[in-house]
């Protein structure tokens, strides 16, 4: 709260011991004391020993949980209606033929709802290489339009030590 009678509490969320010399990525999900729901204002305050260590914070961010009553399904479904799908007309000129012996089949070849995955980078390169693909790839190729590395692009395997950047994997 804030003014001339306000209230400061302080809560402990999440205590993490760190040993290392180097660069330490740590990320949890941490259920906060209800009572800062009626709050102007919450601040993190973060107490470091010694008092003297070098920390540099990034990507913290506090938000809510919202829809813990098992409806998130239901508003996914929704979510999807509005983002992902669209009517579609065919029309189809049938003057020289029966309808009931027509048979249509649709199939959907791409679609601009950006669709990813994290992938093996070497195994992407290997297919690449070699100018083809192996079942992975193809699973790939054929089920995502867009990708991220799943690990050489983070923080500890571009810079294992503060300082030291590795740009060749």
Known sequence: SSGINAE???????????????????????GL??????????QLYIEVTPAEADI?????????????????????????DVLRKRNVE?????DSLNPADVQIEIEQNNHKFPFGTAVLSPQ???????????????FVRDNFNWLVDTYRMKWRAMEPTEGENVTEI
Not at 12 to 17: F, K, N, R, S
Not at 33 to 42: F, Y
């Open 33 to 42: 004391p209800t009572v800062i729901l009626g709050s102007d204002q919450v």
């Open 124 to 138: 992407i390169a290997e297919c690449y290489d070699a100018g083809e693909d192996d079942l992975y790839c193809e």
């Open 56 to 80: 540099s914070l990034d990507n913290i961010s506090l938000k809510p949980m919202e829809n813990q009553t098992g409806e998130w399904k239901e508003e996914a479904n929704q979510r999807i």
């Open 8 to 30: 400061y509490r302080y809560f402990v969320i999440h205590t993490v011991d760190v040993d290392s010399q180097e660069w330490e990525s740590i990320s949890s999900n941490l």
């Open 90 to 94: 065919i029309n189809l000129n049938l």
